[in-house]
């Protein structure tokens, strides 16, 4: 059997799209799958939490607005002293992790962000500081992450902040 080149043409244009259709129908069979399950319970209660720092960032430095907590010959200290540990405020502040706030939201939310607090982190890998921008809701509390995104936290003021 003689193939013209309309034929020779069609047979690869076919072949290619059986390839693709061969390379994307794992990742198809996954999706569906996924979607027919409806996750598991624990991923259908609680959102998805995003991060306030980078995953494996280590902080070496937090400036908060009436504080300032640095490591000295490997202990954390305070300027001006605290009543409690300073590493609690460290590792409150590495640990933050929130749910994520959409630009429609933030929109409707904009009217009410005032007198906002700024924070500086400070990470071992970085030569810069991450500055996080925190407003305090009635509710909660929002944070610009190290991503530029928003995310939303219920914790107490002193949670975040030395009273």
């Known amino acids: 059997m003689r193939l013209s080149r309309r034929g020779w043409n069609n047979v690869i244009i076919v072949a290619v799209v059986i390839f693709i259709a061969m390379i994307q129908l794992p990742d198809l069979i996954k999706a569906r799958l996924a979607s027919s399950d409806g996750g598991s319970p624990a991923e259908v209660a609680s959102p998805i939490l995003h991060s306030l720092l980078p995953a494996k960032a280590t902080i070496s430095q937090l400036v908060l607005p009436h504080h300032q907590i640095m490591k000295k010959e490997g202990i954390w200290v ?10 609690v405020w460290v590792d409150h502040w590495q640990s933050i992790a929130g749910t994520p706030v959409n630009d429609d939201m933030m929109v409707k939310l904009k009217s009410q962000l005032t007198s906002p607090r ?3 982190i400070w990470l071992q890998s970085a030569e810069e500081p991450i ?19 928003w ?13």
């Open 118 to 120: 700024t924070v500086e």
């Open 151 to 163: 995310i939303a936290i219920s914790v107490e003021e002193a949670y975040l902040f030395p009273l």
């Open 131 to 149: 500055r996080v921008t925190v407003y305090q809701q009635p509710q909660f509390w929002l944070l610009k992450s190290w991503q530029g995104s």
């Open 78 to 87: 305070s300027e001006p002293s605290i009543n409690t540990e300073p590493q």
